[in-house]
């Protein structure tokens, strides 16, 4: 398995926007089922957000209206972009592969992720 990898965290303003990337080599992430996902300090990762092969996207209620999955199949790259960041989304953010009955259960290993930082 090769991990994929998170990129474009950063340190943001409240109401402010960032756009996540998540891409991998290897694999074709444009036409698999992709989550993105977020661990405060001490916790395990918690589901945010889901782009499926079918173009379907899915999104927790604390997000929804201010996350958007979208997909670049030409970059085989998935993306997050989040606007209206709020300080309460400041995280460790991950990619991975998703299935299981859920369909948001984490598949692969993890990678390094990408930090994001809101300040009030």
């Known amino acids: 398995q090769v991990p994929l990898v998170e990129s474009g965290g950063g340190l943001v303003q409240a109401g402010g926007s960032l756009r996540l990337s998540c891409a991998a080599s290897g694999r074709s992430v444009s036409t698999s089922n992709i989550g993105w996902f977020r661990q405060g300090p001490g916790k395990v990762p918690d589901f945010v957000a889901g782009i499926y092969s079918s173009g379907e996207t899915t999104y927790v209620a604390s997000v929804k209206g201010r996350f958007t999955a979208s997909r670049d199949y030409a970059k085989n790259t998935v993306y997050l972009q989040m606007n209206s960041l709020k300080p309460e989304d400041t995280d460790l953010y991950y990619c991975?592969?998703?299935?299981?009955?859920?369909?948001?259960?984490?598949?692969?290993?993890w990678g390094q992720g990408t930090h994001v930082t809101v300040s009030s």
């Open positions: 991975n592969i998703i299935g299981g009955v859920t369909r948001r259960a984490p598949i692969h290993s």
